[in-house]
């Protein structure tokens, strides 16, 4: 007996070693391990939704071809500040919203984190509603009973953090591939298929801004909280650093350009373009088709509910020194409250609201990236984020805040007051990003700014 509960023991012990721990402080050196090709591997699942295809049918009357250039342009836009975010994380082994404590102040950066700890658990929450609909739709069952399995499993793998979701990326990403070829052969061999064509004039600034928010420019704030699990930047170097810096882009834009060309072929050959909903009616297949739409749903949506997470600890982080055990205690909360959220529904009532505070994140990522290359230099100390705050500009920034706010106002009301060309040609929530960057730029690129700060380590508690 003795033996058998020492056994229970160690069982414990281990489980209880491999949940995350490490929050929102530096990550050790030790753990620094994941390398470009599994930071690849990450993002290209994390993008392979089951609602990816949905691109396809906001762009379907533009045709194949031009649907395809428009992903395709969408990287050359995205891939340079997504890059830049990911060597952040490899610089400084921190989540971006603590970063933003130098940019935007404390008490900035804190209003931020709880904004983005909403709107990445209510993506969670939506998207898990939207998985369960598909699941139960292919395998005619309870829509609820979904919500609670997708929401669950969320929620256990999102505990163990980034080691066992990589893992998990890794080793469950042929499955994926396959379920979804054996789709798209299915839909090839039984349904008369042609390439989409072009039926309205293209509109370049619609279209990109569709790909741009839906995909690379949407995930960017989100980068340096992977990458700070990589090899640190000072221990790479040459080609190595170049597939670092473009490995989140690629991956991220690679599953919307395969599943957008399959969605657009599923919408002209079914009049709908969601291609795992062929499961509901192929005998024998409707397994498979659920199990890649669970695979797809869970890879994208734990990486909306780990990012909430960081999110919650980097506010509460700003109020009182981090503790070991509060990022699963968040990661259960706020999994269990998306999942409730998903089953009652009250989620399909705030997603425009979800969308319009979407609009503030390629403001706010532009602006800090200007401060973290042209103010910090990209040589402040980790520990230095961790310093309380001891003035008034510690606590806010004017000019970020500023900035920021005036390019939610040209993203989001833009359309009313700018000439046709930034919208109807460029892409408006780029235009928004770039004009808060250069307002930044203007206020805070002054030699008594661009200062780099030292402070004495960060501690755990």
């Known amino acids: ?6 056994s229970k023991r160690s069982f414990r012990k281990k489980i209880g070693n491999e949940v995350e721990t490490v929050g929102v402080v530096p990550v050790p050196d030790d753990k620094r391990t994941l390398t470009a ?3 690849f591997i990450i993002w290209l699942m994390a993008s392979a939704s089951a609602t990816t295809p949905l691109i396809a049918k906001l762009l379907y009357p533009y045709g194949l071809a031009l649907i395809i250039a428009a992903i395709a342009l969408s990287w050359v836009i995205g891939f340079i500040p997504t890059g830049l975010f990911s060597e952040m994380g490899r610089e400084v082994a921190l989540p971006g919203l603590i970063v933003s404590r130098k940019t935007y102040g404390w008490d900035g950066s804190f209003l931020f984190s709880v904004l983005f700890t909403v709107v990445n658990l209510g993506w969670f929450g939506l998207n898990t509603a939207v998985g369960a609909e598909i699941l139960s739709a292919i395998t005619h069952s309870s829509t609820i009973m979904w919500d609670v399995i997708v929401g669950l499993l969320q929620l256990i793998l999102v505990m163990f953090g980034m080691k066992w979701l990589e893992k998990f990326y890794v080793y469950t990403a042929g499955v994926l591939v396959v379920c979804y070829a054996a789709l798209t052969a299915y839909m090839f061999l039984h349904f008369t ?3 989409p064509r072009q039926t309205i004039p293209m509109n370049w600034g619609t279209a990109l801004t569709d790909v741009l928010t839906f995909s690379i420019l949407g ?4 980068i340096s909280t992977t990458s700070r699990f990589c090899v640190p930047a000072s221990r790479t170097h040459g080609r190595s650093n170049l597939w670092y810096f473009l490995a989140p882009s690629v991956g991220i834009m690679l599953s919307v350009l395969v599943m957008g060309v399959m969605g657009a072929y599923s919408q002209e050959a079914t009049g709908n373009w969601n291609i795992a909903l062929l499961g509901a009616s192929i005998s024998g297949w409707g397994l498979i088709a659920a199990f890649g739409a669970a695979l797809a749903v869970i890879h994208t949506n734990a990486m909306n509910l780990y990012p909430s997470t960081v999110a919650l600890l980097s506010a509460l982080s700003s109020y009182h020194e981090p503790r070991r055990w509060e990022q699963p205690l968040a990661t259960v909360l706020l999994g ?7 089953i009652v529904g009250i989620l399909s009532h705030v997603q425009t609201l979800l969308s319009d505070a979407g609009d503030l994140a390629i403001p706010f990522t532009f602006v800090m990236i200007v401060d973290w290359i042209g103010v910090q230099r990209k040589r402040t100390t980790a520990d230095a984020f961790f310093v309380p705050p001891r003035s008034f500009r510690d606590r806010v920034v004017p000019s970020a805040v500023i900035a920021v706010s005036i390019g939610f106002v040209v993203g989001f009301w833009g359309e009313d007051f700018l000439p046709g060309f930034f919208y109807n040609v460029l892409p408006l929530p780029v235009v928004a990003g770039l004009v808060a960057a250069i307002i930044y730029a203007g206020a805070a690129l002054r030699p008594e700014h661009t200062t780099v700060a030292t402070a004495a380590p960060a501690t755990q508690a």
């Open 336 to 342: 269990v409250v998306g999942t409730l959220l998903a």
């Open 37 to 39: 090709n599994r930071l």
């Open 1 to 6: 007996m003795a033996a058998d509960s020492d």
């Open 219 to 222: 995930w960017i704030y989100n």
């Open 193 to 195: 298929v042609h390439a």
